[in-house]
């Protein structure tokens, strides 16, 4: 099924200079580029895309961090004053939204079969040090997923991609116009249709 996801190049990816490399991934596998475009975002418009309110998102994150760091044999009650996941959740959507708009952002809507999936997995694991070899994360980045907690930050992790359909409809929404996309047939398309 032919779906479009929306790509965020983070301000670590614009300020290290590899933007083409992170686009070219996606254009390699036959992704088509839709839309496009660099912009610096304000609070309230990172806050749109990080929002609080997505109560079981916020509070999924805080659960992925409590896993984290349990892992790493790590106890985030010393790092941050909660093991409450909402809580942490919280935290870290306003870090989120600091780090979103910290610089220029690339906002990339990409289309084509199972795009979705395509893009998470071509993205890697949310940390770089878990993320795989030949994704972006995994090629680009080092970070450890308790690193961020430490300075009260977000993770850099260069890339946002959404992480489903839901996801995908309501960021393209957020982040592009009906008249920033565009319509049009790469040279290969047939060959992946066929
Ligand atoms: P999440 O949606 O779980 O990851 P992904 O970007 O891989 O889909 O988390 C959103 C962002 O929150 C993630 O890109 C970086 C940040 N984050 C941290 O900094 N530390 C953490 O422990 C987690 C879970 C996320």
New binding site residues.
Partial sequence: MTERTVVLI?PDGVKRGIVGQIISRFENVGLKIAAMKMIWIDKDFAAKH?PVSRKQ?VE???K??L???KEYGRDLGEDLDTMEPYEIGKK?CK??VEFLTSGPVVAILLEGENSINTV?KI?????GDKAVPGTI?GDFTKAR??A??MSK???H?L???S?NSEEAEFEEELWFKKNEIYSYKRLDEEMYLG
């Fill in positions: 983070k990080y998102w999924s994150i805080g992925r961090a896993e984290t760091y870290m870090w989120l998470r993205v890697g694991h949310t940390f994360r997923g308790y961020s907690f930050r977000a993770g992790n890339v946002h991609a992480g």
